[in-house]
């Protein structure tokens, strides 16, 4: 299997349980950190939505400017358009995927701030480290925010508490 066709699988199975818990973020809690020194959820799952679009970044430019960037957050009205967000970063993701070449995977790829360089490494490692794993944490990261606001968790890699419960309520509910 290609490096692209590999990448493609992961990003979509991973992009699906990472869909499922979006649309768990209450937009009303935007604001709610359980720390003074955490990210506010909204600006957590902002973050989280907009992380496949380093995939199509790191994939399609040599290099990002920080000194030089123009970011603004998108701010999400509901789940339901934080998903759709996510969902269309994610098919941008997929395209710029399929669109490179192993070769593409191979060339440096360069974070500075003005001539200050951050660090230098190949696509394939700042994919990994800058996008899916940075994802990953912070879909974590999300998990226990929801869970100190008691919102009930999707699983991720199997049934969560919350789902092994709603089964339990449905069986006893069934058997009367």
């Not at 970011?71 to 710029?96: H, I, M, Q, R, T």
């Not at 480290?129 to 990953?136: K, L, P, R, T, V």
Request: with cysteine.
């Amino acid at each position: 299997m290609s490096q692209n066709q590999a990448l493609i699988a992961e990003l979509k199975t991973e992009s699906a349980t990472t869909r499922k818990i979006l649309l768990c973020v209450p937009s009303e809690k935007n604001d709610w950190k359980p720390h003074d020194h955490s990210m506010p959820l909204g600006r957590l799952a902002t973050h989280i939505a907009d992380l496949p679009g380093w995939i199509t970044m790191v994939m399609n430019t040599a290099e990002l400017d920080l000194a030089t960037m123009d970011y603004k957050p998108y701010v999400a009205p509901s789940s339901e358009d934080l998903a759709a967000y996510f969902d269309g970063k994610v098919n941008e993701a997929v395209a710029a995927l399929e669109n490179s070449s192993d070769d593409n995977f191979d060339a440096m790829w360069t974070l500075r701030r003005g001539d200050h360089i951050m660090f230098a490494m190949p696509k394939k490692v700042v994919l990994r480290s800058m996008a899916f794993s940075h994802m990953y944490h912070h879909r974590g990261q999300l998990s226990v925010y929801l869970r100190l606001l008691d919102i009930a968790i999707p699983g991720m890699y199997g049934p969560s508490y919350d789902d092994t419960q709603a089964m339990k309520a449905a069986a006893a509910a069934q058997a009367n």
